[in-house]
Each structure stands twice: as C-alpha cells, then as structure tokens.
C-alpha cells in the first residue's frame, strides 16, 4: 500500500486548502482512510476519517464543520477540504490506511502511513 499526501502550502487565517492523498490500486476503495496531523512538540492527532464499507465519516472536535474528507474512486484519492484555517490548524498532515475495519478510526493506529505535507496557517 503506497499513500503519496500533497496539497499542503501557506495561507492566511481564514482561508483554505485542499489536500490530497493519492493511494495504490484498490486501496482508497476497500481501505479506512484517516487524516492526521501534528504539530511541533504535539501528539499527533486525528482529523478525519472515512470507512470504506458503511460510509462513515468522523472527524476531530476542532475541525468540525470547517474539514470534510472525501473519496474519488476514479482517481483513487481522498481529500481533505480544509476551510477557515486558523494558526491552529499548522502542522503536518498525514494520510493513513488501514484494511482492518468497516469503519474508521480517529486513532493513529493504522498500518499504513504515507509522508507528510507541510500546511502553515500565518497572516
């Protein structure tokens, strides 16, 4: 399983990104995907999350509403639409994969991690 994460950049406060988690064949289709990220001196933690059997979406108290984490098959990607970023949100963003559950999980316990992507969120 290979997992590429791109998309990452500067940006002012309120503004947006989208990040990108390109996946081996079949992988974005019959794995859980999850976000994460950390920050210097920071646990890493789970932003969101997608299962690739029931649908189910999750995703971390401090991105609801502004995160949404998303599939294309056809391009076997997932994304990460990040809208009013705070300096809060800085760090570096991970994609993982695991083919162990139906669901997903906000924990960093997946098997497989791609490297990260650099997102800075500064005025």
């Known amino acids: 399983v290979q997992l590429q994460a791109s998309g990452g950049g500067t940006v002012q406060p309120g503004g947006s990104l989208t990040l990108s988690c390109v996946t081996s064949k079949f992988t974005s289709d019959v794995y859980a995907i999850g976000w994460f990220r950390q920050a210097p001196g920071k646990e890493r933690e789970g932003v969101a999350c997608?299962?690739?059997?029931?649908?189910?979406?999750y995703y971390g108290e401090p991105v609801k509403g502004r995160f949404t984490i998303y599939r294309d098959s056809i391009e076997k990607t997932v994304y990460l639409r990040m809208t009013d970023l705070t300096p809060e949100d800085s760090g570096i963003y991970y994609c993982?994969?695991?083919?162990?559950?139906?669901?997903?999980?906000?924990?960093?316990?997946?098997?497989?991690w791609g490297q990260g992507t650099q997102v800075t969120v500064s005025s």
């Open positions: 997608s299962g690739p059997v029931d649908g189910s979406r």
């Open positions: 993982a994969a695991d083919s162990r559950w139906a669901s997903c999980s906000l924990a960093p316990v997946y098997t497989h």
